[in-house]
């Protein structure tokens, strides 16, 4: 009841399809962990959600009346974020590496360690997803640009409204198809 699932995934979704359009910009390699990564962003959130729903209302709360960066609200009331979480439980899954720090560093690229470009499309794919609507995971504000993960990520500003026309068609296909029998 904390948050609308639907929403939710089509949120990872979006996410998943800008990050791999974002890869493909780039020509980079295995374009499907970039969509992979993208879905499995905000997967930490999902853990919180189930296992500490108590403290989620509270934090949700805290979050209605004074909005701010939800990561931030759960670090400060936590003690931990969704990003640290879905990081974490990566590892535990033994998902490579790659994935688990696209996956923790999502919020704060500049923190990636091994892959620094991920992070940073995952990043970019994730403020592009939530300004474009699609779908929500819970967050009230676009997250703010990081400014190294836009110089790491090499795209200029005009590489955006190809990717939002090719985004805005693939996501309507593919919600289509997911959520057909609905």
């Known amino acids: ?5 639907n929403s939710f995934w089509c949120h990872s979704l979006g996410c998943g399809i800008v990050a791999r359009l ?3 910009k780039r020509k980079e390699i295995a374009l499907e962990r970039y969509f992979l990564a993208g879905v499995l962003h905000d997967i930490g959130r999902l853990l919180i ?4 729903g108590d403290e989620m209302r509270r934090v949700l ?20 974020n969704h990003p640290e979480v879905g990081g974490l439980l990566l590892e535990r899954w033994k998902i490579p590496s790659i994935l ?16 620094p470009l991920g992070p940073s499309l995952v990043h970019i794919a994730d403020i592009i997803a ?8 819970g967050d ?19 590489d955006l409204e190809m990717i939002f026309e090719q985004v805005q068609r693939q996501y ?10 609905e």
């Open 1 to 5: 009841d904390l948050v609308n699932m």
């Open 22 to 24: 974002l890869a493909g």
């Open 49 to 52: 959600y189930q296992n500490c």
């Open 61 to 80: 709360k805290s979050n209605l009346e004074d909005p701010r960066h939800f990561y931030e609200v759960e670090k400060e009331q936590l003690g931990f």
């Open 100 to 115: 688990a720090e696209m996956v923790s560093c999502h919020h704060q690229p500049e923190n990636a360690r091994e892959y």
């Open 130 to 137: 939530h300004s474009l609507q699609l779908g929500n995971s």
């Open 140 to 158: 009230l504000l676009v997250p703010a640009l990081s400014p190294v993960a836009w110089k790491q990520s090499g795209l200029d500003p005009e």
């Open 172 to 181: 309507d296909d593919l919600i289509k198809v997911i959520f057909q029998n």
